[in-house]
């Protein structure tokens, strides 16, 4: 096959025998016929010699201009070999190479070395492979069930291969509407396979390209504290989403992965120099944004505590303890930003009120442990006092005014002596904050 394919070669190129179409025709029943015979003896190696001798093809019979509409036919023609072999033998490589091969043929013009005049014809062709590799790949992992990394690879190839074609080809006010709407094809469709029997792995991997077209769609259309909060959302719903899709608690780790983005977002919107003086502006927005998403999915997940069997608890009720964790801390940013824009630019009193309010809030919470025997709030009582203690002795104690830093110990020291004499008294059986008995939880 080879050797039929230089002979062509040089009849074109050397004697100009040949037409490149059809010298071009001539060198794919080549390769067509190497991938039948792959096919008879089962065989995967000549199947991989099928691909490379269709990807050499055009470029020895290519002209000093390639066009784009004869060259990407060409390529539909060898996906679609590709993908019947693969149908048939269960090789997916094959898949993956096809897609490799379209994508290198494509960096012509996605560098921006092609003719501009063709890059409506490119972005339709990349529709029409993302679709035709994202329908094989339905098709196979229905077949086999499980998820390889090569099914991983062609997902994660796919969508990188689609998403430069619209960044580079489509005009900007189409680019946000596109990525909305391809992202809604890779979770519906993956939501089907999963529904005819492909496992939840593979929603996983179309679910998490599509939620990736939503984020750069976003960053498209908003920028600075708009962003992170539609971040926000858009994380709580792939989690959300996620677990209803598939319902399985070891996963859930994995859905709330894309909460990370906006978490670490949200730490230039704790430090904005919008916060000396006001409290209303949209980065007290995201906080509160993050807060409330925060707390909702605690909540949530505590629900869904109570309702899941008991191999699942544990997993659900740690991402529940996690979340409520998260909203506790935000909630102490929150009220130590707005104190102290109420007292800027005293520095001193803003720190002061706001370690005395932590202070009221842990001995109420630690008062209240001791009565009703709930663990959480103990905790949480505990370690509101850590952080007003350490923080009075390794930061406050070196920043403080003498006047302030001794107001400050003396208001928290008669605090915490008045708890200690409260808190003494009967203590209950301890509750702890999730529980699997909803009369107990809502006793």
């Known amino acids: 096959a080879t050797g039929i394919v230089l002979t062509l070669y040089a009849a074109r190129e050397v004697y100009d025998?040949?037409?490149?179409?059809?010298?071009?025709?001539?060198?794919?029943?080549?390769?067509?016929?190497?991938?039948?015979?792959?096919?008879?003896?089962?065989?995967k190696p000549l199947a991989y010699g099928t691909t490379l001798l269709s990807g050499i093809a055009p470029l020895l019979v290519a002209g000093p201009a390639p066009d784009l509409v004869g060259l990407f036919t060409y390529l539909l023609v060898v996906a679609v070999s590709a993908l019947a072999i693969a149908a048939y033998t269960g090789w997916r490589e094959l898949v993956l190479a096809s897609l490799l091969l379209t994508w290198f043929y494509s960096s012509e013009w996605l560098v921006g070395y092609g003719h501009s005049a063709d890059y409506d014809a490119g972005l339709l062709f990349s529709f029409l492979f993302t679709g035709l590799f994202f329908g094989a790949s339905m098709l196979a992992i229905r077949k086999a069930r499980t998820l390889g990394m090569v099914d991983v690879c062609l997902a994660l190839c796919s969508g990188a291969y689609l998403l430069s074609w619209i960044m580079v080809a489509a005009a900007p006010e189409w680019q946000s509407m596109l990525l909305v709407m391809w992202t809604l094809v890779f979770a519906l469709g993956a939501q089907f396979a999963v529904q005819l029997g492909a496992g939840n792995s593979f929603?996983?991997?179309?679910?998490?390209?599509?939620?990736?077209?939503?984020?750069?769609?976003?960053?498209?259309?908003?920028?600075?504290?708009?962003?992170?909060?539609?971040?926000?959302?858009?994380?709580?719903?792939?989690?959300?989403?996620?677990?209803?899709?598939?319902?399985?608690?070891?996963?859930?780790?994995?859905?709330?992965?894309?909460?990370?983005?906006?978490?670490?977002?949200?730490?230039?919107?704790?430090?904005?120099?919008?916060?000396?003086?006001?409290?209303?502006?949209?980065?007290?927005?995201?906080?509160?944004?993050?807060?409330?998403?925060?707390?909702?999915?605690?909540?949530?997940?505590?629900?869904?505590?109570?309702?899941?069997?008991?191999?699942?608890?544990?997993?659900?009720?740690?991402?529940?303890?996690?979340?409520?964790?998260?909203?506790?801390?935000?909630?102490?940013?929150?009220?130590?930003?707005?104190?102290?824009?109420?007292?800027?630019?005293?520095?001193?009193?803003?720190?002061?009120?706001?370690?005395?309010?932590?202070?009221?809030?842990?001995?109420?919470?630690?008062?209240?442990?001791?009565?009703?025997?709930?663990?959480?709030?103990?905790?949480?009582?505990?370690?509101?006092?850590?952080?007003?203690?350490?923080?009075?002795?390794?930061?406050?104690v070196w920043n403080m005014a003498l006047s302030g830093r001794v107001v400050t110990f003396i208001m928290i020291g008669a605090l915490l002596i008045a708890v200690a004499w409260l808190e003494r008294g009967a203590t209950r059986t301890p509750t702890p904050l999730i529980t699997h008995d909803t009369q107990d939880h809502h006793a």
């Open 203 to 396: 929603f996983y991997a179309y679910g998490g390209v599509g939620a990736g077209y939503l984020a750069v769609a976003l960053s498209l259309l908003l920028e600075g504290p708009a962003l992170t909060i539609a971040w926000i959302i858009e994380a709580a719903l792939v989690l959300a989403l996620g677990w209803q899709v598939t319902r399985r608690a070891d996963q859930v780790w994995i859905f709330a992965l894309p909460l990370v983005v906006p978490l670490a977002l949200s730490f230039e919107s704790m430090d904005a120099s919008l916060w000396r003086n006001t409290i209303i502006h949209e980065h007290a927005v995201v906080l509160m944004s993050m807060f409330a998403v925060l707390a909702g999915i605690g909540m949530y997940f505590a629900q869904e505590t109570r309702r899941s069997a008991e191999k699942d608890s544990s997993l659900l009720a740690g991402v529940a303890y996690a979340a409520y964790v998260g909203a506790g801390l935000y909630a102490l940013v929150i009220t130590w930003l707005v104190v102290h824009a109420f007292t800027y630019p005293d520095g001193d009193l803003g720190t002061m009120l706001t370690l005395v309010l932590y202070t009221l809030v842990a001995s109420y919470l630690l008062v209240s442990s001791k009565m009703t025997g709930t663990v959480w709030r103990h905790r949480v009582a505990i370690s509101l006092f850590v952080f007003v203690v350490g923080r009075l002795l390794l930061v406050e």
């Open 17 to 43: 025998f040949f037409s490149p179409a059809s010298a071009l025709i001539l060198m794919f029943l080549t390769s067509a016929l190497l991938g039948v015979t792959s096919v008879v003896v089962n065989h």
